[in-house]
C-alpha cells in the first residue's frame, strides 16, 4: 500500500513562508505526477501545483510567484515551499500522486496550514 507522509504545516502570520514536505513510501519514478492539493474550510479541495517525472511544473494561478514546487529523487520526497503567504492561503494541504502502474492516484493525511492577517 503506498503511502504519502505530508509535514510542515502551521500558523505564519500573512507575509510569511513555510515549506510543504510529502515522503512517498515507494520510488518517486513509480509516478507520473505528483501534485499539491489544498482545502480551505467550507470550500472544495482545488489543485494546487504539480511536478511530472519530467520535472515539468504547473501552478494555479492564485499561487504563481509565491509558491515553488520541486522534487528530490534519492528522498522520493517533492517539496511545497510557499513565501508571500496571505490568509486566503489557509487550509489542508493535501499531497496526491499518480501511479504509472497500476493507475491508481493516492492520497496523504494533509497537513493544515493556517496564515494570519
Known amino acids: 500500500q503506498v503511502q504519502l507522509v505530508e509535514s510542515g504545516g502551521g500558523l505564519v502570520q500573512a507575509g510569511g513562508s513555510l515549506r510543504l514536505s510529502c515522503v512517498l513510501s515507494?520510488?518517486?519514478?513509480?509516478?507520473?505526477?505528483v501534485n499539491w492539493y489544498r482545502q480551505a474550510p467550507g470550500k472544495w479541495r482545488e489543485f494546487a501545483a504539480a511536478i511530472t517525472s519530467g520535472e515539468t511544473t504547473s501552478y494555479t494561478d492564485s499561487v504563481k510567484g509565491r509558491f515553488t514546487i520541486s522534487r528530490d529523487n534519492a528522498k522520493n520526497s517533492v517539496y511545497l515551499q510557499m513565501n508571500n503567504l496571505v490568509p486566503d492561503d489557509t487550509g489542508v494541504y493535501y499531497c496526491?500522486?499518480?501511479?504509472?502502474?497500476?493507475?491508481?492516484?493516492?492520497w496523504g493525511q494533509g497537513t493544515q496550514v493556517t496564515v494570519s492577517s
Open positions: 496526491n500522486a499518480e501511479a504509472i502502474y497500476p493507475r491508481r492516484t493516492y
Open positions: 515507494e520510488s518517486i519514478f513509480n509516478f507520473n505526477v
